[in-house]
């Protein structure tokens, strides 16, 4: 079992920053890559960033250049750099990690709102 737990959402206006982080315990040893999701409201949840365990990142394209995705192995936490914010930034953020026991899961945290004002 991965428990993640989100943190640092919130509301901020548009050209603002924030940095969300995703503490992760449990079993930690079988977690390869990482990622964010965000779901705007009435959308489908779409896939923002992911690293993987060797350190390769990935970004839709529509926060390039803005958002950075990073993780601190020691302290077994995710992070998502977010700069430059835009309203249409605003949704609900989901941390998950890509866990293999054996099998592959995918576990997923609570989810943290961010809310971009214009």
């Known amino acids: 079992q991965v428990q993640l737990v989100e943190s640092g959402g919130g509301l901020v206006q548009a050209g603002g920053s924030l940095r969300l982080s995703c503490a992760a315990s449990g079993v930690i040893f079988g977690i390869n890559a990482m990622g964010w999701y965000r779901q705007p409201p009435g959308k489908q949840r779409e896939l923002v960033a992911t690293i993987t365990s060797g350190g390769s990142v990935n970004y839709v394209d529509s926060v390039k250049g803005r958002f950075t995705i990073s993780r601190d192995n020691a302290k077994n936490t995710l992070y998502l750099q977010m700069n430059s914010l835009k309203p249409e930034d605003t949704g609900v953020y989901y941390c998950?990690?890509?866990?293999?026991?054996?099998?592959?899961?995918?576990?997923w945290g609570q989810g943290t709102q961010v809310t971009v004002s214009s």
């Open positions: 998950y990690a890509e866990v293999v026991i054996g099998t592959l899961r995918y576990y």
